[in-house]
Structure formats: C-alpha cells, structure tokens
C-alpha cells in the first residue's frame, strides 16, 4: 500500500522521515521502560479493579475521542495551503509524542498518526494516510525483525491475515479515487468516533 502510494506521488517523504525517526524512538522508551513501570493492579472504583490493561484501553479510547472531535470538527480540505510548510521541531515533538503514546497502547498508530499529520503537519488527508501507512510499514517491518528472533510466529495465521489486509489495501486504493479529501476526513473522523465509543463500552461494561 505505501509502495502503490509513493507512485502516485501521496506520500510526503520528508514529513513521513522526520515524524516517523522520533516517533520510533518514543515507542522504543515506552515499551522500553515507561510500561515495565506501571503496576498491573491500578486501583478499586467502588468494587471495580482498574488494571494496567483496561487503563491502557480506556487511555486509548479517550485519545480516538479527542482525535475524532478534531478530525470531524476541523477545517475543509480547501482551507489548507497546497505547499506543506515543514516545522521541524514541531514535527519532532508531534513524532516522539505520537511515538510514546502508541508504545504505551501497543497500538499500530494510523488512529494517532493520521490525525496528528492533517492536524499538526496540515497535510490533506489522502498525502496523510499514505505518508501514515509508510511510516507504518517501517515501524511494523523493525518490530517483527526483533520479534521474529524471540518468539513463535504462528506463520498460518499470518500469511492469511495478509493476504485478507492486501486484498483490503487494493479495494480501498480504487475506492479513495471516487471519494474526495474533505468527506475522507470526515468519514475517518466518525469511524474513529465510533470505534473510541465501541471500547469504552467494552472495557467499562
């Protein structure tokens, strides 16, 4: 997917290097250290016990809220400017803080990455998702180079889980060409909303 992007010229290198290169190394200091510090047993509500991984969930949640807000209620794609205006220190602090929070959730980051990009980096939101998706695909790609050397992988599972999110990828790039940036946004806006909505209810209930 981000190769098929990066010819279509969708993919903003220089924003995806300088985001992703901090962005690494915040979920490298949270999986690192700032996980093995938080106890498994947070504390009672009432007779409810909070534990490290429902927290993590309901943290999670609460950031695909504000995310959803801001991506739904934010400006049209026309109010952007054409030419990308690269704040490297912003940028670097958007990438280390996305980083660090999507270490602590042990979550890809799309949910994350895609909003602080239109947002904070004022990339359209196609150019986001594709420059997401290549930061993505390195992050994954480092990942299960250091996981594949320490644990089992179930190769079946994979291979299959594969195949199904490629056929996915190619259905949703000939789909994204009849679908314009400002209603992308929006709909990735709402889906998040609902996705944030569907676990908080889970975790809670």
Do not use: C
């Amino acid at each position: 997917g981000a190769f098929r992007n990066a010819q279509k010229n969708l993919v903003d290198f220089r924003t995806g290097i300088i985001f992703a290169i901090p962005a690494f190394i915040g979920v490298y200091l949270a999986r690192k250290y700032i996980l093995n510090i938080i106890p498994e047993h947070l504390f009672y509500i009432n007779d409810f016990l909070l534990t490290k991984d429902v927290a993590i969930m309901l943290f999670f949640a609460l950031l695909m809220l504000v995310a959803a807000f801001f991506m739904i209620k934010g400006r049209n794609e026309s109010e952007f400017s054409e030419v990308v205006s690269y704040n490297y220190p912003v940028l670097i602090l958007e990438g280390l803080t996305v980083g660090l929070l999507t270490g602590i959730v042990g979550a890809g980051g799309g949910f994350l990455i895609i909003p602080a990009l239109v947002l904070f980096a004022g990339l359209k939101m196609k150019k986001a998702v594709a420059t997401s998706l290549m930061i993505i695909a390195i992050k994954s790609l480092l990942g299960f180079i250091g996981d594949i050397q320490n644990f089992d992988i179930e190769w079946n599972f994979l291979l299959s889980f594969t195949a199904f999110s490629v056929l996915g990828i190619f259905i949703g790039i000939y789909f994204s060409q009849f679908i314009e940036g400002h209603k992308l946004k929006k709909g990735f806006g709402w889906f998040v909303l609902v996705m944030s909505i569907y676990i908080l209810v889970k975790e809670i209930i």
